[in-house]
């Protein structure tokens, strides 16, 4: 009996961690980003801003749903946190923009699920996402293989891919 409880313990602690992951409701308005980091972690990514302020990036697992970028302003405050892995950040990217460009937009992609096309000369990142209807998808920018340079992109549910068997999998993408 003390064994189970200790299990359904952990569990819940575990299950209660993943609810916040994001940092939500852990970092207070009046935060430095010195903060955010002892909150979220080191971010696998960071830039400055053209005003001075800096960008933290938050990619959260390789199957993960969310890439939240952290912004900071020139002296070091706290000023918001977004998931990039919507439909709104996806329309940004457009024919012509650099692999850098995308990164600033959406983030980085899957390793592991980059590809080149040789016959196509085409390169192929892409990334894991809950679109606007609760649905596990996929967003794939195609670039030029070699310009380095946005082609197109496509977005597809991964059931319409049949990535992993057919059915709903919506409860994946629980909120």
């Not at 992951?21 to 053209?50: C, F, H, K, N, Q």
């Not at 923009?97 to 096309?117: A, C, L």
Request: charged share 25%; hydrophobic share 40%.
């Amino acid at each position: 009996m003390a064994g189970r409880l200790s299990v359904l313990l952990l569990v819940g602690g575990l299950l209660s961690s993943c609810a916040s992951y994001d940092g939500a409701g852990r970092i207070p308005a009046d935060a430095g980003l010195i903060d955010v980091e002892r909150t979220m972690g080191v971010p696998s990514l960071r830039w400055r801003e053209a005003d001075g302020g800096e960008t933290l990036v938050y990619p959260f697992g390789a199957m993960g749903y969310h890439t939240f970028f952290v912004r900071g302003d020139a002296n070091g405050r706290f000023l918001s946190r977004e998931n990039v892995l919507t439909m709104k950040h996806f329309a940004r990217i457009q024919a012509g923009m650099t692999q850098e460009d995308v990164v600033r937009t959406i983030g980085p992609p899957v390793p592991e699920w980059t590809v080149y096309f040789k016959a196509r000369d085409e390169l192929v990142w892409e990334w894991r996402y809950c679109d606007d209807w609760n649905e596990p998808a996929r967003f794939d920018v195609l670039f030029d293989g070699t310009s380095k340079r946005v082609r197109s992109t496509l977005a597809s549910t991964e059931r319409s891919r049949d990535a992993f068997g057919r059915g709903d999998r919506r409860g994946w993408c629980g909120h």
